[in-house]
């Protein structure tokens, strides 16, 4: 594993994405000069892995679902892919048009929670394949966002304004200004 790490340690300014699992066995990343590719590194083997091709540009975000072992990456052509880490299929996807670089996913795994540029925040219904991209209106871009582990309160932020929601009734539960 120290040698994947000198390796890493060198390539550090060409890193556009990276995330950790949440069991910390997995560090994926991504390369700006490579498109579409993913590199796994498998922390307690001391090995890693490049799973190819997924995207067809540049990948601008990586976040492991809670499970660990699924992926998701997001193209800077708004197309996301979801994975699974250890055999490379590719397990969903989906276009997300105008969001903002922010997303969050739900800790049971079956949704997704963006920020919009449109001021909105939005959800996306993996299982059903559902996109509501307006559910919580803001007064700017999103800039941030946030599910809590109860599984239906979300928080969602803007330049001046904090909204917390719950995503089934779409209610704002409080709204803090700044």
């Known amino acids: 594993m120290y040698c994947e790490f000198l ?8 890193i556009s994405a990276a995330d950790i699992s949440n069991n910390g066995k997995y560090i994926a990343l991504s390369n700006r000069i490579i498109d579409g590719n993913i590199k ?10 490049v799973i190819k091709n997924i995207h067809v540009k540049n990948i601008k975000t990586l976040k492991f679902f809670p499970c ?11 197309k996301i892919n979801i994975i699974n880490i250890l055999d490379e299929s ?7 048009h105008n969001w903002s670089n922010r997303l969050d996913i739900f ?20 299982e059903k394949g559902y996109i509501n991209y307006k559910l919580i209106e803001h007064d ?7 599910t809590f ?15 917390i929601w719950n995503y089934k009734t779409v209610e704002v539960i409080h709204n803090l200004n700044g």
């Open 40 to 49: 796994i590194l498998f922390v307690n083997e001391g090995k890693s892995k």
């Open 68 to 78: 660990s072992t699924k992926l998701l990456s997001v193209c800077i052509n708004n």
């Open 140 to 146: 700017c871009i999103v800039s941030s966002i946030a």
């Open 107 to 126: 800790s049971n795994g079956n949704f997704i929670v963006f920020g919009t540029v449109f001021n909105y925040a939005g959800i996306w219904d993996i």
């Open 7 to 14: 390796r890493l340690n060198e390539d550090t300014e060409l």
């Open 90 to 96: 590719l397990l969903n996807t989906a276009i997300l």
């Open 149 to 163: 582990n109860d599984q239906e309160r979300v928080v969602s932020s803007s330049l001046n304004k904090i909204k």
